[in-house]
């Protein structure tokens, strides 16, 4: 629900128009982080498996290791050009051969359990914490890019190192 841009109130919306009984916002919140987990694997098998049929074609088509991908990051909140003070930012990468994603990565800066555990000076209790970037918001692109390029390395796919 989360991924889908909609909340508790417009899924029991939903479930009372299908005379369904309705569900709590603490059984949504645990089922969103149960089918996390669950989507991520998926995602990643997706992600290995698209990277092979890149590569393969790649060889076919091209006689060549190496790669030609295409990348797009974004940020939640927009930069003006003078700031950029997104939270949050993503990042895919795209082959030229598939059209489907080799790759992909996020960065966080907030953390709303660390956050609140901050505020009321404790630690943080065990939790599947998301907050991995400390730099500035416009950095984020260009780390999330040389970490996808490093990751396809690691499996074995080198990526052309030159613009086209």
């Not at 049929?53 to 295409?70: A, F, Q, R, Y």
Request: net charge positive; with cysteine; hydrophobic share 30%.
């Amino acid at each position: 629900m989360v991924h889908s841009g909609i909340c508790g109130r417009q899924i029991n919306s939903f479930l009372s128009a299908l005379n369904i009984p309705t569900v709590s916002n603490t059984l949504l919140s645990k089922r969103e982080k149960e089918m996390g987990s669950a989507m991520e694997c998926v995602a990643q098998a997706s992600v290995m498996e698209n990277l092979s049929s890149e590569v393969k074609l790649s060889k076919i088509d091209e006689n060549t290791d190496g790669l030609t991908v295409s990348v797009d990051c974004a940020w939640q909140k927009r930069g003006s050009g003078r700031s950029f003070d997104s939270l949050s930012g993503h990042c895919s990468m795209i082959g030229a051969k598939t059209g489907k994603v080799v790759g992909y990565n996020v960065r966080s800066k907030f953390c709303k359990t660390c956050d609140n555990s901050a505020k009321k000076g404790k630690t943080p209790n065990k939790h599947d914490c998301r907050m991995n970037w400390s730099g500035s918001a416009k950095a984020m692109e260009q780390d999330m890019v040389v970490e996808m390029m490093k990751t396809c390395k690691e499996k074995g796919a080198v990526v052309d190192n030159h613009c086209r």
